[in-house]
């Protein structure tokens, strides 16, 4: 069982430059999300789709795009980088409730 | 102020040690509350729910008091193991809203 998937692992991007970070959940969970996780800052929501089809902003969206593809899969892409979206991404799915939510391994992307 | 708040620690404790995080959440609405548990450049994973009525999962113990928007959790007979960073997380609406974290260091 795969859980949460995100690809690619590790990223350098230089100034400018565009990417896209790819999620997929086999969970057939309703809920995705996107979150940056910076030194001493704790987790910051990006962006979050509620439902296939729904998107909405978080604490932190300047600079990100989302797209729920489907209901498996949910990918954040930076348009043009910079090196203040130099951090950890995390995506997770769930449902409303008291089961949490799992997270994927996490993206580590360096903007120079 | 922020939406959940935890004392960053780090706390250092010997093996054997019983001890207790704290953490304040500030929307009143808030409707589910979990315990995570990092480790090192991982990613987060799920400790325990938290109920109104307190739960028990082995050597841990979360409380949540909605009244006071107070959540804790206790960790009773320290392991090595349970270095990690742990995160009080709220949930309202469809969000996950996380604190900073709090740091344990478990030395023999």
């Known amino acids: 069982n795969a859980g949460v998937t995100q690809t690619p692992k590790f990223q350098v991007l230089k100034t400018g430059q565009s990417m896209t970070l790819q999620c997929a959940q086999d969970?057939?969970?309703?809920?995705m999300y996107w979150y940056r996780q910076d030194p001493g800052m704790g987790l910051r929501l990006i962006y979050y789709?509620?439902?296939?089809?729904?998107?909405d902003k978080g604490e932190v969206p300047n600079g990100y795009n989302v797209s729920r593809l489907n209901k498996r899969e949910f990918s954040l892409r930076l348009e043009s980088a910079a090196p203040s979206q130099t951090s950890v991404y995390f995506c997770?799915?769930?449902?409303?409730?008291?089961?949490?939510?799992?997270f994927g391994s996490g993206t580590r992307l360096t903007v120079v | 102020r922020k939406e959940v708040e935890q004392d960053p620690g780090p706390f250092n404790v010997p093996e054997g040690a019983t001890v207790a995080f704290n953490c304040t959440y500030s929307?009143?609405?808030?409707?589910?509350f979990f315990w995570y548990r990092q480790d090192c450049r991982k990613e987060p994973k799920l400790l325990m729910s938290?109920?109104?009525s307190g739960n028990e999962d082995g050597r841990f113990t979360a409380q949540l008091n909605r009244a006071s928007q107070y959540i804790s959790l206790l960790i009773r007979d320290s392991k090595l193991s349970d270095s990690a960073t742990y995160l009080c997380?709220?949930?309202?609406?469809?969000?996950?809203?996380f604190g900073a974290g709090t740091i344990l260091r478990v030395k023999s």
């Open positions: 997770a799915s769930g449902d409303r409730g008291q089961f949490g939510y799992t």
């Open positions: 969970m057939n969970h309703n809920s």
């Open positions: 789709s509620a439902s296939e089809g729904t998107t």
């Open positions: 929307n009143s609405a808030s409707q589910s």
């Open positions: 938290v109920y109104s």
């Open positions: 997380v709220v949930e309202y609406g469809n969000k996950l809203v």
